[in-house]
């Protein structure tokens, strides 16, 4: 059964994000949308990762830092409830640590280096050879991470599917070390949009490379970001035929206009020629207005008030202590080292 819209036995949901940047529009197809539906039935963990963030900003802490806050509020912002989401700080969770050494003697170095995300990742911020060894590693945290909450269903965007063969790895090498089963292995919860991308069609929509629509964007950067889309560059007269295949505009209609059946229409219009990219375009800015509006307003009300967003990460993170110190207790029993 279709796990969004709930199954008979329900799932453990852990998943997160890095606190680098407020969350953007690839986020909230890529994995926020599902996480409003499957709180209402699975038990769900969301991570802010606010260690992972550092891996690559080390120089830069307060870009972490600051941002810790801004996710939460966008959390809120979308309909993620506290009450029904554990909300939680990866550094108020020593175990995570723990576990992160305890698993980093299970991979090796040219494993980390053969995964296609961090691969890219490295090409793409230019660290050639000075990758700072948290960066390479951090799919072993990730692993801790997951392992941690026992989890068994983690929504993601398609970039994540090698961190998660990587846990899966590190989840058989601790059973076939214990002799029993003692890590359970997780499924990804890929959406329909995987992979959104930048306006300029480029690249993956990243906190990191200044490239994103954020969930806090004003209407005149709605407008600005919408205007500079890339279309079909053959596409010049109105009247020419267009192709839809890699045009952002129509791929960010897809994911977020509500009508099927309308895009459809319109693809049909566009590939035929007759439709003009400005019309796209104002077709698409309306309803991407329409919906950041009401986000954009309750984020700034969860912002004016940060004591209550620290408070969901103070009751969050206590409420994972004992679940994660209890994983950390069994990997170290298995490697001998509970004498004490
Ligand atoms: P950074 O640039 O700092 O890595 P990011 O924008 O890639 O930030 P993450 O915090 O790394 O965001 O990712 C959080 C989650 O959002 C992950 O599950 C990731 O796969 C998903 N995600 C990120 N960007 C996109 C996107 N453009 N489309 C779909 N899902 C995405
Ligand atoms: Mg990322």
Redesign the pocket.
Known sequence: MNPIQGSDKPEIIL?G??A??PL?L??Y???LKQRVTLQKVHEQTILVADMQGLTDNAHNPKKVSSNILNVVADYLAVGIDPSKTTICLQSQLPALAELTMYYSNLVTISRLERNPTVKSEIASKGFERSIPAGFLTYPISQAADITAFNASLVP??G??LPMLEQTNEIVRKVNSLAGRVVLRECKPLLSD????PSTDGKN??????GNAINLGASEKEIRTAVKSMYTDPNHLRVEDPGEVAGNVVFTYLDAFHTDKAYVSRLKERYRHGGLGDGTTKKILETCLQDMIRPIRDRRNVFLSDKAQLIDVLVQGSQASREKTAEVLSNIKEIFGLNIL
Do not use: F
């Open positions: 998943t994000d890095r680098t940047g953007h690839g986020h197809v890529g994995s993601v965007g970039d994540q949009a995987p992979r959104l993956k929509m990243s906190k990191s490379m």
